[in-house]
């Protein structure tokens, strides 16, 4: 079966389709890269004020890291495109996989954030050959995410991650962090 086989049956992106699949040697390891490519006749979305508009250029081809798999990293490889919005002006496009400008697609993020609950990022980080801070963004991004439906309580869980993140440091890193989990889910749902 072809990996593109399976991403479309697990990260279908309704105006973009995967391309050409192939082994690229990246840092010096031997990774996946696939290709993302928009659909023909596709408009952009405007990152401002997430409404499709008409396309001005396109920027250089962009890796976003995603789950990795049998032990290779894989990496989504696109061409981000600007679009010249009529109320925010030219801004690059939004696209479903990832955010802004990080480095990590979505998925990865949340399967990343969902090995934190049970292990320390520390031990995250070095399962999937990435850094103690892309597994502190993910759990970041994963906390923004849920208080997106729970803007009063943003302030509140910030401070809560800004002090964990200090005790974390100055602990090694190590399991201190799992308190967010504990402290999370309550506010969320208070
Ligand atoms: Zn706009």
Redesign the pocket.
């Known amino acids: 079966m072809l990996v593109k086989t399976v991403l479309n049956n697990c990260q279908k992106y309704k105006s973009f389709v995967f391309g050409k699949v192939k082994f690229i040697t990246h840092n010096g390891s031997k990774t996946i890269e696939i290709e993302i490519h928009p659909r023909k006749n596709s408009k952009g979305i ?1 990152s ?2 997430h ?1 499709p ?1 008409p396309l001005y250029d396109k920027l250089k081809h962009r890796l976003f890291e995603h789950i990795p798999i049998w032990g290779f990293k894989v990496f989504f490889k696109y061409r981000m495109r600007r679009v010249e ?1 009529e ?2 002006g030219v ?1 690059v496009e939004e696209v479903p996989w990832a955010e802004g400008k990080r480095e990590l697609t979505k998925t990865y993020m949340h399967y990343l954030a969902s090995w934190a609950k049970s292990l320390s990022w520390k031990e995250v980080a070095v399962k999937f050959h990435t850094s103690w801070e892309k597994v502190f963004h993910s759990v970041e991004y994963i906390i923004n995410w849920g208080l997106n439906y729970h803007p009063q309580r943003r302030w509140l869980f910030k401070s809560l991650l800004n002090f964990i993140l200090m005790m974390s440091i100055s602990t090694g890193g190590y399991r201190f962090q799992n308190l967010i989990f504990i402290a999370y889910f309550p506010i969320l749902f208070l």
């Open positions: 405007c401002g004020c409404n508009a919005c109320d925010c801004t």
